[in-house]
């Protein structure tokens, strides 16, 4: 059975490299939003198994997104990895304590951004 | 008197007997016990000789088949060994090449998807805005720069003007004449300016760039990319970034002057348009 990849990232630019990523992995099939209240919107009316969020998003951005999703307890077992530009400490912890499984900063290496979902997933 | 000196002579005979006797019993035992040592030791003797002939035996190796059959087993069993140590090594290196070549592949493939997505992303749009949004998104999320301007050639007034910046304002990056300080010069020149050790940010320059970009359509440079300060989790240009930059001076120039071109034409045929307009009207 295939998983289920969201990806919200005001940056189509970004959701575009995010989604050839991940579209490296096996069965995976990736969902996109451009800010997070459209990420939450895909997020509930679709099976997703682990979240790629961005944090600087128009709307809604990205550490509120993680406080409505870990706040929910049908989706707080999701996975989430932070991609964002701010590579501060305090940027990081915020996140982590709202509940982010990880953070990776901008410009990404591919490998690690993959490394790190086949991780959370569990797959090979 | 008489009479009991016989009778004491008489009880020390038998004394006397029975003691011989006694010493009798115990030479016979002394003697069945050294009848023993002798065969113990005649055995002993014996066995000396067998071992100290088999050691002879083992010594020269030919007297054993089995030993030597063993022996033999050994050495292909250590031929074996050494043959299975150095294909060992052999597969280990092999190993660290294919791991190097992997990590290869990898920055190989990273670098590819980077700039399919940026060249895609550049020609999927004819607003001129649009085009200048994709430049900078490119700038901020593949090359990882936090302050940096994009300047256009103005044709009329040979200046350099910025028209889309970030970390900083427009107005505080002055008109600049090719040929004029780091970003004039990397215009007219057409050669990218790479700053080879990048110091720490301390104030905004706009005439200090760490890298200056020209966008060239063929000889011509229409604009220039100057970018001041790099993310903080960034400390230099990767060969990913230089890559990124020979594509963005060319498809960022090209992508600019067809949105321009396209937006100008536009314009034109609504204008021709409006006059078709009025000269059919009557």
């Known amino acids: ?124 | 008197m008489a009479r009991d000196n016989l009778k004491n002579k008489k009880g020390d005979t038998e004394n006397l007997f029975a003691r011989a006797e006694e010493f009798l019993q115990i030479f016979k035992k002394g003697a069945e016990f050294t009848q023993e040592l002798l065969k113990e030791n005649e055995r002993l003797r014996f066995r000396i000789l067998k071992l100290q002939e088999e050691v002879k035996a083992l010594k020269k190796g030919a007297a054993n088949p089995d030993v030597e059959e063993l022996r033999r087993r050994v050495k292909e069993l250590e031929r074996e060994k050494e043959e299975l140590l150095r294909r060992f090594k052999e597969v280990e290196e092999e190993n660290k090449d294919f791991a190097a070549k992997y990590v290869e592949v990898e920055e190989e493939n990273n670098t590819l998807a980077n700039l399919y997505v940026a060249s895609y992303q550049l020609h999927s749009t004819l607003d001129f805005h649009e085009v200048l949004q994709i430049i900078m998104e490119i700038i901020i999320n593949l090359i990882g720069a936090e302050i940096f301007a994009i300047l256009l050639l103005d044709e009329k007034t040979r200046k350099l003007n910025a028209v889309a910046a970030e970390g900083v304002e427009l107005e505080d990056i002055p008109p600049i004449s090719p040929g004029e300080g780091i970003i004039g010069e990397a215009a007219e020149k057409g050669e990218n300016y790479l700053c080879q050790s990048i110091g720490p940010f301390r104030i905004f320059d706009p005439e200090k760039p760490i890298a200056a970009i020209p966008l060239k359509i063929k000889d011509k440079t229409i604009g220039v990319i100057a970018i001041y300060k790099l993310l903080q989790q960034k400390e230099r240009f990767t060969d990913l970034d230089r890559e990124l930059f020979t594509l963005l001076a060319g498809h960022a120039a090209t992508a600019i002057f067809s949105a321009r071109l396209y937006s100008e034409s536009e314009r034109k045929l609504s204008t021709f348009q409006g006059f078709i307009e009025l000269l059919t009207k009557d």
Do not use: C, W
Not at chain 1, 10 to 39: C, I, N, W, Y
Not at chain 1, 56 to 64: A, E, S, Y
Not at chain 1, 111 to 123: D, P
């Open chain 1, 1 to 124: 059975m295939g998983h289920h990849i969201l990806v919200v990232e005001d940056s189509p630019t970004m959701r575009q490299l995010l989604h050839f990523t991940l579209k490296r992995l096996k069965g995976v099939e990736v969902l996109e939003a451009g800010d997070g209240v459209e990420g939450y919107k895909v997020l509930t009316s679709n099976k997703v198994d682990l979240i790629v969020a961005d944090l600087n998003m128009p709307v809604m951005d990205g550490l509120k997104m993680i406080s409505m999703i870990k706040g929910n307890p049908a989706y707080r077992e999701i996975p989430i990895v932070v991609v964002t530009t701010e590579g501060g400490e305090e940027d990081r912890k915020k996140a982590m304590a709202l509940g982010a499984n990880a953070y990776i900063t901008k410009p990404i290496q591919t490998s690690q951004l993959l490394s790190v979902v086949k991780g959370l997933l569990n797959i090979g």
